[in-house]
Nanobody
Framework: QLQLVESGGGLVQPGGSLRLSCAAS????????LGWFRQAPGKEREGVSC????????TYAPSVKGRFTISRDNAKNTWYLQMNSLKPEDTAVYYC??????????????????WGQGTQVTVSS
């Protein structure tokens, strides 16, 4: 059974950086696109970034493009989200998830599943 564990969240000042990690166990995800999503209080879950199976394709939400970088290490069954120049509006619970099938890719949460427990990111002075 697939289990995902996110880590790396925390409290950071505006302009700061954090690196989120998502470690998978129980299932090999090298054939799946991997995504990062976030949900702020009172808002729907939104796609932040996605990376293809071999890492040669990535996509980002316009609000984070140029500031966030997604990467993956298939040998470790882990993927990452490097977040730089953080803004207060980046405050949310961040979730990782693989595509529901090897065909899924993009930023629509409906195409992803097996969600981790989430990690809180708070950007505040």
């Amino acid at each position: 059974q697939l289990q995902l564990v996110e880590s790396g969240g925390g409290l950071v000042q505006p302009g700061g950086s954090l690196r989120l990690s998502c470690a998978a166990s129980g299932f090999t995800l090298r054939d799946y696109a991997l995504g990062w999503f976030r949900q702020a209080p009172g808002k729907e879950r939104e796609g932040v970034s996605c990376i293809s199976q071999n890492g040669d394709s990535t996509t980002y939400a316009p609000s984070v493009k140029g500031r966030f970088t997604i990467s993956r290490d298939n040998a470790k069954n882990t993927w990452y989200l490097q977040m730089n120049s953080l803004k207060p509006e980046d405050t949310a619970v961040y979730y990782c998830a693989p595509g529901l099938t090897p065909l899924e890719y993009g930023l629509d949460p409906a195409d992803f599943g097996s969600w981790g427990q989430g990690t809180q990111v708070t950007v505040s002075s």
